[in-house]
């Protein structure tokens, strides 16, 4: 490799983008600015697309997250030059805490695909997925969606209704419930609708908990909206222990969403869409955006923007993974190099929007799905449901093979919660994993293709595999021409990382438009850029 890399030579050698990385947000910006008529060098130290936003065979998983454990911390070095400042950009760690737990899973780790951020959906009328239509990005893609929602209330999973058909058909749910749900329903599609009863200004700068009570909601209902279409993180019931509460404006956006969602797509059930494959499709699918409109990719030889090669590359814009730091000691142009991976911290990358600094996530691969005759579907444990000083909600995506990520008659099943420390986030996962799966994996059971098919319809889920780690949480930073993308966040959609994605592309090109209407690519063949 070494010898091969020593030939590498890219020309030309000048651009106005260099991307290091391509995590979501990076691959958004690469395409985003490629559609703009701006040069394009994307590279990637990584031997594979997505970053922290990868979905990975299981074996390249375990090793992506123990390899992250043994990065060294080391002090930075820069030099000056009479036309530029040379400095090293240096890797750091993002995770930490990482626990792996496995009964005999006999299947090739080739037949799994696992998301590094997981649990991620799409809502089917979220700006992400207008942005993948406009972009020519869904080209790409493929999408199944998630049959049900379900919400962890007094130790049983309630089915949430995601239309007023399913309001109707819902045993869960009493007369008096059904009745205020649909008021509720109707009050908010007059809100945002041309006639009806608007919500005053002062109703919707106050905390939604106090609007659903203004509602006179049961508290099945508030739990609900708030909880799971709203996807409040902390206990929105006791203000007092609350980092984060919910204004009416939020919670009534984000029902606006849930319900323009259903029914969007004719194929879809539900409010939420899963691409197939793993949520590493989706950088990729904006990669190949970037390539068909000539950003110039390169891949195993990257050792920041100096080559293995020796040649150094230049750019008026340089956007970084949020596994690099670099000292920012940059005036004219950039000649930012890698050679030992030399230690900077001097850029501070803050913590994100969410108040919890940290996002703790599982990972398991189970037997049987925890809903019978049920693939894909969501649940969340609100605050306080899983034990009492359960401070933020837990939130569980079950997948299954026929969003091509595991071997039929498995399930992966995705977990995730903000916390402040490791030991709070773990706890609260292995809560949610204990009240799922209470039966635990049988002695000697194995989980070959045979044993798999021939487990009856009715056996108990259990987990055969499980990883668990705690993962930092950043936000993008932009410091002259150097910017840091941010880290995967806490939500379950891609609300809050695509609006910051945009305002850090309007920061660079701030004359430029976010993919214009017009920006699709119309051929659609695989005429990729590569310098090989």
């Keep these: 490799m070494a010898d091969e890399s020593?030939?590498?030579?890219?020309?030309?050698?000048?651009?106005?983008?260099?991307?290091?990385?391509?995590?979501?947000?990076?691959?958004?910006?690469?395409?985003?600015?490629?559609?703009?008529?701006?040069s394009v060098l994307h590279l990637d130290p990584n031997s594979f697309y997505a970053s922290h936003f990868a979905s990975l065979p299981l074996s390249a998983f375990s090793s992506f997250l123990l390899s992250q454990l043994n990065i060294p911390s080391e002090h930075s070095q820069s030099s000056h030059s009479d036309s530029a400042t040379v400095a090293d950009l240096i890797p750091r760690s993002l995770y930490s805490h990482v626990d792996f737990s496995y009964h005999s899973l006999q299947q090739p780790s080739g037949r799994f695909s696992l998301d590094l951020s997981g649990p991620r959906l799409l809502l089917s009328a979220d700006p992400i997925v207008d942005l993948l239509l406009r972009s020519g990005a869904s080209n790409y893609l493929e999408f199944r969606s998630v049959s049900m929602s379900f919400m962890y209330l007094d130790g049983r999973l309630l089915p949430v209704p995601h239309s007023r058909e399913a309001v109707f058909k819902d045993r869960s749910l009493g007369l008096t419930e059904k009745t205020h749900l649909m008021r509720f329903f109707k009050l908010a599609r007059e809100h945002f609708g041309s006639e009806g009863e608007r919500i005053s200004e002062e109703d919707m700068e106050s905390p939604f908990i106090e609007f659903l009570e203004k509602q006179r909601l049961p508290p099945k209902i508030k739990a609900i909206i708030l909880y799971v279409i709203a996807m409040a993180d902390y206990d929105q019931e006791c203000p007092e222990l609350s980092k984060k509460l919910v204004k009416t404006k939020d919670g009534m956006e984000s029902l606006a969403l849930h319900s323009s969602s259903v029914g969007r797509f004719s194929?879809?059930?539900?409010?939420?869409?899963?691409?197939?494959?793993?949520?590493?499709?989706?950088?990729?699918?904006?990669?190949?955006?970037?390539?068909?409109?000539?950003?110039?990719?390169?891949?195993?030889?990257?050792?920041g923007v100096r080559l293995a090669s020796g040649q150094d590359l230049f750019g008026h814009q340089l956007i970084v993974d949020p596994s690099f730091t670099a000292s920012p000691l940059f005036s004219g142009s950039l000649d930012l190099h890698h050679e030992s991976f030399e230690s900077s911290n001097m850029i501070e990358v803050r913590h994100g929007s969410s108040p919890g600094s940290k996002v703790a996530r599982g990972v398991c691969i189970i037997r049987s799905s925890i809903q019978p005759d049920l693939s894909n579907l969501m649940v969340v444990f609100p605050p306080r449901s899983l034990y009492t000083e359960q401070l933020t909600s837990v939130r569980a995506l079950q997948l299954g093979s026929n969003v091509a990520i595991c071997p039929p008659g498995l399930f992966i099943l995705y977990l995730s919660t903000l916390c402040d420390d490791a030991a709070q986030g773990k706890k609260s996962l292995h809560a949610a994993i204990n009240a799922l799966f209470p039966h635990p994996a049988p002695k000697n059971f194995e989980s070959s293709s045979q044993a798999v098919n021939e487990v009856e319809a009715d056996a108990n889920p259990i987990v055969l595999w499980s990883a668990m780690y705690v993962q930092e949480l950043t936000e993008h930073c932009m410091l002259d021409t150097l910017s840091s993308c941010s880290m995967p966040d806490g939500n379950l959609d891609y609300r809050d990382l695509l609006e910051s994605t945009k305002k850090l592309f309007h920061k660079m090109y701030p004359q430029e438009e976010f993919f214009p209407e017009n920006s699709a690519y119309k051929d659609t063949e695989d005429d990729v850029g590569s310098s090989d």
Excluded: M, W
Aim: proline content about 6%.
């Design 267 to 303: 194929n879809g059930l539900g409010a939420y869409i899963y691409p197939i494959y793993g949520q590493g499709e989706l950088p990729q699918a904006f990669c190949r955006c970037a390539a068909v409109r000539g950003a110039l990719y390169d891949y195993g030889h990257y050792k």
């Design 6 to 38: 020593s030939s590498i030579v890219i020309d030309p050698s000048s651009y106005d983008l260099i991307v290091v990385g391509t995590g979501l947000p990076e691959s958004v910006l690469a395409a985003a600015a490629a559609s703009a008529g701006k």
